[in-house]
């Protein structure tokens, strides 16, 4: 039967390629021809547009019409009552590398002095632990500062410690930031490789109607690679939000599933500036699968109980050979994630508290840490832990400079000349969880802007205090996750 | 706006075909289709499961960027334009012919053509935008950033897209997804 089946089919015997070359300029010729003779239209588009009613930016309908040029607006998508509108604008070019640079160096300043802000706080409300996605609130503010103009975007740039670049330069440098990231870690079968996930969306939602400046939405696309959505929250709040929490659950793998607080929206928003991120990865070298219940000491109050995961046994063949550094200041360790691109740096401050330890961590001395770190054999234990945090983060940024955002006095003209627009609200909400094998986290910014109502080693490492857990890009030492663990039980 | 670009130099576009002209990348099409061809006609494969149509798209979706060389060679996804027009040419092409009956020699042949046409089924019945992704990303094996550009939309889309068809894939073809085809969407 087998046999019979053989005979009646042809063996395959693939086509010389330069036959099939040949073959590909014939029918090419044919093409050609049947192009030059008939039309070719943007109509289908055209009417889309104008069936859902859209505005579109002044030279929008015109660049519709001819297909094939840059500028095009096509809606390519839909979530809810939102439509996403997109065009063919070339990215930006990577900064010059020492632009580049010094915005890495910034995200980390503006790391560190986001966490000593937030640890202040924290310890105010009492519970000590603070996560957050700094990289995540970076490029959201970032996306922002390109709308300020005066005081108002040098206090954004205060903020983010890039005041010594201009805002070309600093949106330049953001874009090769997150280009380096993306690079990094978006290839193809990441899964099946075993290589860190590292997926990073932004989002602008627009109110219908406003006047924004189309080189604002412009260069959105370009440095941020940002999709435009079109929503209608004077009309339909409700369906706003939902479409903006939808948009936060599928880019955060449903970790995060709303992006503002409720409230913290109303009919005088005009649009909303988003940016959500999700990581998971294994470790380099796994913690053995059990975990073993043992006491951690937080800075005040009684020891508690909490689940340790362990390496293998130092003298095991797969013993944990990671960079480590003992000080009478601190105990640092790093660990490496599978791919050996991004790594987890663990700190724990021996001589001091942690929120004083925070206090006087600078750019500088994080990069001194890191350097003064040797591989070595260890047996490490430490908690595994699952942290959540919602931060309004309004009163923060304030603190960190960029208060004239926030009142009637905000200049926000490079987004719309009108209406007067202030930021009404910044929040952010993070995820992260640490196993025996790995790290998940997710963390998600928003960016409300609102129309003015008046114009206005040998030895074993048990991490059993307080400690810094800080998920970084090896290569451009960027800050992508940080977590003050004071209580792994809370 | 939204997106994603990479676009082209505006001045670029438009002209009619130069089919000698370099890419940006200095390639010219003939360098380009010697280094495509063989991905293209697989994909295509995978698509129709007959090797001559696989050849026959392949050539149609090549002419194509021959005939509009001067507007594709610059692009920097142009492998990911080919794949895009092969993977609409071949499942037009699957569309338009009766499915073939599986063979009856060779038990594990026989599961895998049914589960191919089972799944071709599947894609066929999801919206445009949805399948485009689904075949660029899983069956060309093309980067997400890849995937975006050759479609237009942003990555966020891309990912919304592909969540929102592995589901209607799992609910389409059930048990034989998980078992046949999850490995090869990384579920």
Known sequence: MSSTSRASKPRYTPTPPEELLARTKQRSAAHRQRRLAGGGGGFAVVAALVLIGVLLPSNGARSQQASDKPGKVVVSARIGVAYELTTNEPTAPNAAHQVAVAVDNDEVGFSLDLLNKLATSSKASGSGNVLVSPSSLATALAMLELGAKGATQAGIAAALHTSGLSAAQQAEGWHTLAALLAAETSTSGAHLKHEPELDIANALFLQEHLPVLPAYVQALSKDFQTGLWQVDFEKDLVGATRAINLWTSENTKGLIKQLFSPGALDATTVLVLADAVYFHAKWSSPFGNMTLERPFYPTEGAPVRVAFMSSPSAETRSAFHIPVALTSRYVAVELPYAGDKLSALVLMPTGTTLPGFVASLTPSLLAQIVGGMFPQSVQLSMPTFTEQSDYDLIQTLSSMGMAQAFGPGADLTAIAPRPPLYVHAVEQHAYLQVTPKGTTAAAATGVGVAMSATEATEHPIVIDHPFLFLVRDDATGAILFESMVENPAS | ?187
């Open chain 2, 1 to 187: 706006m939204a997106n994603l670009g990479g676009g082209p130099a505006g001045g670029s576009l438009g002209g009619t075909a130069a089919p000698t002209e370099r890419s940006s990348e200095g390639e010219d099409f003939d360098e380009f289709f010697l280094r495509i061809l063989p991905r293209t006609i697989r994909a295509a494969r995978r698509l129709t499961g007959d090797p001559w149509i696989a050849e026959d798209v392949a050539v149609e979706a090549l002419a194509r960027a021959h005939a509009r060389w001067g507007r594709v060679g610059p692009l920097e996804w142009r492998d990911a334009w080919v794949l895009k027009v092969a993977s609409r040419e071949a499942l037009h092409q699957v569309r338009r012919r009766p499915p073939l009956p599986p063979p009856e020699n060779d038990r594990d042949e026989s599961d895998d053509v049914v589960l191919r046409v089972a799944l071709v089924a599947a894609l066929v019945g999801l919206p445009r935008r949805q399948r485009e992704t689904i075949v660029l990303r899983y069956l060309c094996d093309l980067p997400e950033v890849d995937v975006a550009r050759a479609l237009g939309v942003s990555p966020g889309t891309v990912k919304t897209h592909i969540h929102r068809a592995l589901a209607a894939l799992r609910a389409s073809i059930g048990s034989d997804f998980e078992e046949g085809y999850a490995h090869e969407f990384h579920v």
